[in-house]
T-cell receptor
C-alpha cells in the first residue's frame, strides 16, 4: 500500500530565508509524486511533479523538489521565502493502478515572518 | 483555459434541505473527482468518474450523498437531506487519464455550511 508522511504540520521561516518542507513516501511501485499549494480559501494548485525524467524537479514560484529513492523522500525547497508563500502545502503520491487515485499527506502549514 | 469551474462558491442551508453542488471539468479531461475537505479529516475522496462512469464511490459517506455525471462537461454532487456535519469545502478535480504523471486540476471549491 502507498502512503505519504509530511513530517511537519507547521513550519515558520523568516522572509528571505530558505524553506524546507519534508515529505516521505512509501510505494511498491515507481511512484508519481506531486506537491500542491493551497492558499487560504482557495483550491489546490500544482507546484511541481516528479515524472522520473529527472530527480531534481523545478516548479513554479521558485520551488524545487528532489526525488531520493534511497531515502524515499521528496522534500520541497525554496532558497528564499516570500510573504506570498504563506499557505498550506500537500505532498501527494499517485496510485499507478489505473485509477490514479491520489494519496494525500496531511499538509504542512507554512508561515512566513516579516 | 477557464480551469475547473464549481458553483456555487458558497452555500448556506438549513439542516434537512437538499443541496446540489456543480462542477464543470476542463474540456477534454475524462476523469473527474469529488473531494471533501475538513479540519478534522483533511482531504477525502468521495467519488471518482472515468469517461462519465462512476468507478469508485467508496468514499461517499452514506446514502444521503449522490453524484452524477450525465455528460463529459458536467457533474453534480447532491446531499439530501443535509446535516450540520456535512459542513465542509467540497472540491471537484479533473484529469486527462492515460498517464500516471498526469496531474489533477482542482476547482476553487464550494464552501458548504449547514445550520
Amino acid at each position: 500500500a502507498q502512503s505519504v508522511t509530511q513530517l511537519d504540520s507547521h513550519v515558520s521561516v523568516s522572509e528571505g530565508t530558505p524553506v524546507l518542507l519534508r515529505c516521505n513516501y512509501s510505494s511498491s511501485y515507481s511512484p508519481s509524486l506531486f506537491w500542491y499549494v493551497q492558499h487560504p480559501n482557495k483550491g489546490l494548485q500544482l507546484l511541481l511533479k516528479y515524472t522520473s525524467a529527472a530527480t531534481l524537479v523545478k516548479g513554479i514560484n521558485g520551488f524545487e523538489a528532489e526525488f531520493k529513492k534511497s531515502e524515499t523522500s521528496f522534500h520541497l525547497t525554496k532558497p528564499s521565502a516570500h510573504m506570498s508563500d504563506a499557505a498550506e502545502y500537500f505532498c501527494v503520491v499517485s496510485e499507478p493502478s489505473g485509477t490514479y487515485k491520489y494519496i494525500f499527506g496531511t499538509g504542512t502549514r507554512l508561515k512566513v515572518l516579516a | 483555459d477557464a480551469g475547473v469551474i464549481q458553483s456555487p462558491r458558497h452555500e448556506v442551508t438549513e439542516m434537512g434541505q437538499e443541496v446540489t453542488l456543480r462542477c464543470k471539468p476542463i474540456s477534454g479531461h475524462n476523469s473527474l473527482f469529488w473531494y471533501r475537505q475538513t479540519m478534522m479529516r483533511g482531504l477525502e475522496l468521495l467519488i471518482y468518474f472515468n469517461n462519465n462512469v462512476p468507478i469508485d464511490d467508496s468514499g461517499m459517506p452514506e446514502d444521503r450523498f449522490s453524484a452524477k455525471m450525465p455528460n463529459a462537461s458536467f457533474s453534480t454532487l447532491k446531499i439530501q437531506p443535509s446535516e450540520p456535519r456535512d459542513s465542509a469545502v467540497y472540491f471537484c478535480a479533473s484529469r486527462l487519464s492515460g498517464g500516471s504523471y498526469n496531474e489533477q486540476f482542482f476547482g476553487p471549491g464550494t464552501r458548504l455550511t449547514v445550520l
